[in-house]
């Protein structure tokens, strides 16, 4: 509309107008593209694959995203390497069954038609799906083995965190055992192999925090962002260790295949920053 009148679209400007656009901004929806982007599949077949998601990498853009904002993920990744994936997540997350979060690496299942992703989706609500991870965490635990049934919602004060102090959260089922208690250089910390029955938001990292013993790296619950030495050491010893992610990496997954029946296992193990950093918290 000009100040004034309505006019036709025939109507051309000649300086001066004032011009003022009615009615609702319809923005197209975003989708993902195709992006050559390295990826570590471990299986592949006409149905699923199975990928070895680096830390650093998001599994999708958010729908709040700009275009920008939905290059170099995971779906980027798979859009270019595979033939096809499902479309049942729509644009922005085809071929997703589940995620990790961003700075967690290791094993992620993606869907290639529709069919497997019902049947794939289906197992996880089932829990019929094994999902074994790899956390170090700060301090000795109090125990060999330990399960945490504690529910978990948004935490209203920092809305990027979860938390289990609030009442109504979702059921959040998570099992640890200790693989390695380590008394080093830098203090106490705990290997744990962890399995989750349900697959909420942050879940291993919140529960651990929640009792006291969050994971090496992971400042958004509680870790420090760098780990000062414990003991006296000579002066070319590093006095502090740092990690640029959380030591949490999803090592195992056992699942049926979806169509076909038959059980499939993959294992992958720690990459290396983590077996880096494991070995100079482990020095004697």
């Not at 099992?175 to 203090?187: A, E, S, T």
Request: charged content about 25%; glycine content about 10%; hydrophobic content about 35%.
């Amino acid at each position: 509309m000009i100040r004034g009148h309505s006019p036709k679209p025939s109507f051309r400007l000649h300086g001066g107008e004032e011009v003022t656009v009615t009615g609702a901004v319809e923005l197209p929806p975003l989708k993902a593209f195709p992006e050559d982007i390295p990826l570590n599949i471990i299986y592949e077949d006409q149905d699923l694959a199975v990928i070895n998601k680096p830390a650093g990498m998001s599994v999708h853009a958010g729908s709040g995203k700009d275009d920008a904002g939905s290059r170099g993920t995971l779906v980027n990744a798979l859009l270019y390497r595979l033939n096809q994936l499902s479309q049942l997540g729509g644009e922005l997350r085809p071929g997703i069954v589940h995620r990790l979060d961003k700075e967690t690496s290791g094993l992620l299942i993606a869907a290639k038609n529709d069919k497997a992703h019902r049947k794939l989706a289906g197992q996880f609500l089932k829990r019929e799906i094994s999902k074994t991870y790899i956390a170090l965490v700060h301090g000795g635990m109090s125990a060999d083995h330990g399960s945490m049934n504690t529910p978990i919602s948004r935490d209203l004060a920092r809305r990027a965190r979860m938390t289990t102090r609030r009442s109504g959260g979702r059921n959040a089922l998570t099992h640890w055992k200790i693989l390695h208690p380590i008394d080093g250089p830098y203090g106490k910390f705990s290997l744990l192999e962890v399995r989750i029955e349900t697959g909420r938001t942050h879940q291993i990292r919140v529960h651990l925090s929640s009792i006291g013993h969050p994971v090496v790296g992971d400042t958004l619950y509680g870790a420090p962002r760098e780990i000062p030495r414990a003991r006296k050491s000579s002066i070319d010893e590093p006095q502090s260790v740092s990690l640029a992610r959380n030591f949490l990496h999803a090592s195992a997954l056992e699942f049926q295949h979806p169509l076909k029946g038959i059980p499939l296992k993959f294992e992958c193990p720690l990459p290396l920053e983590l077996k880096n950093i494991l070995a100079q918290i482990e020095k004697k």
